[in-house]
């Protein structure tokens, strides 16, 4: 398939005229697939509440080390990783639909695995699989939803999946305060299997099924997402599918590669898994006493803020939110490492007294004040992240690749998020060492002044354009 084939220029799923279906079908598949999101970050989420009682577990219960815990926590990105890579093979070979059934398998695996487990290999084992599905998920969904959404609302729905990751993480928060870590594992079952029982009664996304030269299965799609297949254009399929290296010099497919990673590695790069490593640290300098409390507020800090991104959308552009976005984390975070600057090694910040500077002369409670200045720094940053560098991302990555490479583009796009995100997360601590904690906080709040530069100057409006408009943006007609 090349550039100039009718596939990648007329829209697949576009009425004569412009005018846009209405099915309300579309968002009952778009849900079933959020199901996936929500599975997702859930087990995100479970780590939080599961490790503090695993590492007081006695035996015969699995118990967790400093070293183990690090581990439970972390080895989901690894997974995640792996599954990136993974779905990018399933998507195309498999199709979206089967891809999202297939992954409700790890993920029940893996939590069952959990709430089996006689010992720390079998929780890191469990953990692993999860974060398998984890992968797949990240990158199936946003796909089969973006494919399945017309124009006036792809954005709505596309953001919906990082509002059900972040539901997901607030859902594991609240459970965790009422189950012990083995029901929480139970728990975690549920999402995937109900994804799994309602995905069955969902269609495969027409462009896919044209793609494979199904256009029966196709307008039959259409008929259950919008209520009508009359009045559709469909533009002849091109012959030649598959990616190969010599794409990469067209202008269609280096363009969104390129922006893709890079937006995939600035939002990990923004220091939000830094932000949420000391949450519980900040809120407790704040004389907060429960540290449950304090990551429940976050999480709903998140989901709010998330919503209302989603409400607005499409109606005020992924660009401008993105741009906003980052320039509120930059402030966020230029406040973050003031924070760290004027209480490094203070009587009040004990915490961090193994990266400190020699001992402050400021009082306790001029720390205290500090430490409620930077609670409202971090729910400003939290609520700038999900209103912008939170979802969007994910939302672009499966609107700005053509439909013969989207598969590996984005496999390759969520092996570089999932990976940014271990690196970010093992490496943060050995970050402050060298260059004290402000310093590595304002290191990031440069990323994000640069993730703003990069949307400003090389990010393209897609609000309200079809996926093959989009194309033809990138390809130059």
């Not at 005018?19 to 780590?47: E, K, N, Q, T």
Request: overall charge neutral.
């Amino acid at each position: 398939m090349t550039p100039e084939d009718p596939e990648e220029t007329q829209p697949l799923l576009e009425p004569p005229g412009g005018s846009a279906p209405r099915g309300r079908r579309v968002f009952l598949a778009a849900f079933a697939a959020a199901l996936g999101p929500l599975s997702f970050g859930f087990a995100l989420g479970y780590s939080s509440p599961a490790i503090p009682s695993l590492q007081r577990a006695a035996p015969p219960t699995p118990r967790l080390d400093d070293e183990a815990a690090s581990w439970f926590g972390a080895i989901v990105t690894l997974g995640a990783a792996a599954g990136g890579v993974l779905g990018g093979w399933l998507v195309d070979r498999a199709g979206r639909k089967l891809s999202l059934l297939l992954c409700s398998v790890p993920f029940v695996t893996g939590f069952a695995v959990i709430t089996a487990a006689q010992d720390v290999w079998m929780l890191l084992g469990g953990r692993l699989l999860t974060g398998l599905a984890c992968g797949v998920a990240s990158l199936v969904a946003p796909v089969y939803i973006s494919e399945i959404a017309y124009p006036a609302v792809r954005g709505l729905l596309g953001s919906c999946v990082q509002l059900m990751v972040v539901i997901g993480i607030l859902l594991a928060y609240l459970a965790g305060w009422v189950l012990e870590w083995r029901w929480l594992a139970v728990l975690g079952c549920v999402p995937p299997s109900l994804m799994l029982l309602l995905m069955c009664f969902m269609p495969e996304t027409p462009r896919f099924l044209l793609t494979q030269h199904r256009r029966q299965e196709a307008m039959a799609a259409l008929q259950f997402l919008c209520g009508s297949e009359q009045g559709w254009e469909e533009p002849p399929t091109g012959a030649e599918q598959g990616f190969h290296l010599a794409l990469l010099w067209q202008p269609g497919i280096y363009k969104p590669f390129v922006i893709g990673v890079s937006l995939m590695a600035f939002q990990q790069l923004s220091g939000v898994n830094a932000i949420m490593f000391y949450a519980q640290t900040i809120f407790e300098e704040a004389k907060f006493k429960d540290s449950s409390l304090a990551s429940i507020i976050v999480g709903v800090i998140q989901v709010l803020f998330t919503a209302v991104a989603a409400l607005i959308m499409d109606r005020a552009g992924r660009r401008l939110l993105l741009a906003l976005s980052g320039v509120v984390m930059v402030f966020s975070m230029s406040a973050f490492g003031a924070y760290f600057k004027l209480t490094q090694g203070s009587p009040g910040n004990s915490s961090h007294v193994a990266l400190s500077a020699p001992v402050s002369t400021e009082p306790v409670d001029a720390n205290v004040g500090l430490a409620w200045l930077t609670v409202g720094s971090m729910c400003l940053f939290i609520a700038g992240f999900a209103m912008g560098w939170g979802p969007i991302p994910w939302l672009l990555m499966s609107e700005i690749f053509p439909l013969h490479v989207k598969g590996i583009a984005t496999g390759v796009c969520v092996l570089t998020n999932w990976l940014m995100a271990f690196l970010v997360t093992k490496e943060f601590s050995s970050l402050m060492e060298v260059l004290r904690p402000y310093g590595a906080f304002w290191l990031a709040s440069a990323f994000c002044i640069f993730s703003v530069l990069f949307t400003l100057f090389c990010v393209p409006e897609t609000k309200g354009k079809t996926l093959e408009q989009i194309t033809a943006h990138f390809e130059g007609r």
